[in-house]
């Protein structure tokens, strides 16, 4: 009912559910209850202001600086693939699976893709890319509860999760990849075919 009345602006079921045994209990403050530990330093208001600003201010050239460097991060791609896969690189039988992020759909990326051959993503699908099913879950896992303060240290610390990865973690990521391509396409044709039987 709230999701009809208000939209995407509605709260969520368990947002909901959290608030009503609060209430029950006596609460009556929206807030959320103090908690102990370090206060976040990510979440002030002077970092939440000055990233509404970047983004408000040119959402284009946000995107555009995002393009830039995911296409430097392309063509490292496409020389590690000549250097390390040759068979591949002079068969051109190698294809690229990137999502429908606005950085991979900007111009500059296009072009830069022009001539690689790539899978076509199907929109608001995270379940198929591989990063976000696999790689970023499995980073979280390893990462989840510790405190950075600078960036080296994250990416340092990236760098070393990512060289635990073994062979066969990517074997099974790519099985779990293929199956949920599987997936995907016949939940398609159960659905061009429920289509059909309407018309």
Request: net charge positive; glycine share 4%.
């Amino acid at each position: 009912m709230l999701r009809r009345a208000y939209g995407n602006e509605a709260m969520c079921c368990a947002t909901c559910f959290e608030w009503h045994a609060r209430f029950k209990r006596g609460s009556t403050s929206l807030k959320d209850d103090e908690r102990s530990g370090q206060p976040s330093t990510s979440s002030t208001p002077k970092n939440v202001e000055t990233i509404r600003w970047l983004v408000h201010e040119d959402r284009r050239r946000t995107i555009t600086e995002t393009a830039q460097f995911y296409c430097s991060v392309l063509r490292r791609l496409r020389e590690d693939i000549r250097r390390k896969r040759p068979e591949l690189w002079r068969a051109g039988n190698w294809l690229l699976h990137d999502d429908n992020a606005p950085s991979h759909r900007a111009l500059a990326t296009r072009e830069f893709l022009a001539h690689i051959t790539t899978f076509l993503h199907p929109p608001f699908s995270p379940d198929l890319a591989p990063c976000d099913f696999f790689l970023f879950p499995k980073m979280k896992l390893l990462l989840n509860g510790r405190r950075f303060d600078r960036l080296e240290d994250i990416q340092r610390e990236s760098q070393n999760v990512l060289g635990k990865l073994r062979e066969q973690d990517f074997q099974h990521a790519f099985q779990q990849w293929q199956q949920r391509w599987d997936w995907c396409v016949a939940a398609q044709g159960d659905y061009f075919e429920g289509d059909a039987a309407q018309t």
